[in-house]
């Protein structure tokens, strides 16, 4: 297998990565955010990951890549806490937050950033073996 495919494959578990941290970085902004343009309470969003073919194949094997074809609205319950002197708290006194759990998101935002290191040790490891024929090359 080529260099450049392993860094191709690499590649797409970074960038898959960089979006969740992204929508995680969103997430905890709006974590208080009671009213949004649409109405009602900020939505929390995760991305979904699929397999992605490369179009190639190795030794008879195929190459897969990461694709995040979508991004969709989390269904978790939002969370009701009674605060009558909230500007946005209904007749009853009650407010309604985003379905936003920090603690969760911190825990995501950890395997996120340690999947995307993996992904850059991969990189790293391909060029120390590129740089190591380079080497044989030129002792040659």
């Not at 690499?10 to 970085?25: E, K, N, P, Y």
């Not at 605060?83 to 995501?108: L, S, T």
Request: charged share 20%; no cysteine; net charge negative.
């Amino acid at each position: 297998m080529s260099f450049n495919k392993i860094l191709d494959i690499a590649a797409t578990g970074m960038s898959a990565q960089r979006l969740r941290v992204q929508l995680i970085s969103a997430n905890v902004a709006n974590s208080e955010t009671t009213r949004t343009p649409a109405g009602g309470p900020f939505v929390k969003k995760d991305a979904v990951f699929q397999v992605m073919p490369m179009g190639e194949t190795v030794d008879g094997m195929p190459l897969f890549g990461v694709n995040y074809p979508q991004i969709h609205d989390s269904h978790d319950p939002f969370i009701y806490k009674y605060e009558p002197g909230h500007p946005d708290a209904n007749e009853d006194g009650i407010v309604v937050y985003p379905n936003v759990n920090p603690i969760e998101e911190v825990v995501n935002l950890t395997e996120a950033a340690r999947s995307f290191d993996a992904n850059v040790n991969v990189v790293r490891a391909v060029r120390q073996m590129g740089q190591a024929a380079l080497d044989i090359l030129r002792t040659s």
